[in-house]
């Protein structure tokens, strides 16, 4: 098993630059996948960045990109988000998970363990 759970300010101005972190307990992940998604109200959720097994990124895509990092040591714990330039588009509930295959997809269907979420609100 493995428990996560995500930190940080949640209210920034459009603008604005913000950091995420998840912290990892229950069993070593340094050979998991880990990544950050992020669901607005009404809409999927959506992935955000990734780092596989060995330490590989996946960056984002689409609107964050450029915008959003994703780093970590290799221990993999905590993971961060950095997030600069937000944009009011940008609020949601940002998720941390972790897969088991180490693969880092893109797809939420590819991670096994979630973290509860932690709301980030972009005010205008």
């Known amino acids: 098993q493995v428990q996560l759970v995500e930190s940080g300010v949640g209210l920034v101005q459009a603008g604005g630059s913000l950091r995420l972190s998840c912290a990892a307990s229950?069993?070593?992940?340094?050979?998991?996948?880990m990544a950050w998604f992020r669901q607005a109200p009404g809409k999927e959720r959506e992935f955000v960045a990734a780092v596989d097994w060995r330490g590989g990124i996946i960056p984002s895509v689409g609107s964050v990109k450029g915008r959003f990092t994703i780093s970590t040591d290799n221990a993999k714990n905590p993971v961060y988000l950095q997030m600069n330039n937000l944009k009011p588009e940008d609020t949601a509930v940002y998720y941390c998970a972790a897969d088991l295959w180490g693969t880092g997809q893109r797809v939420p269907s590819a991670y096994e363990y979630w973290g509860q979420g932690t709301q980030v609100t972009v005010s205008s």
């Open positions: 229950g069993r070593t992940i340094s050979n998991l996948g």
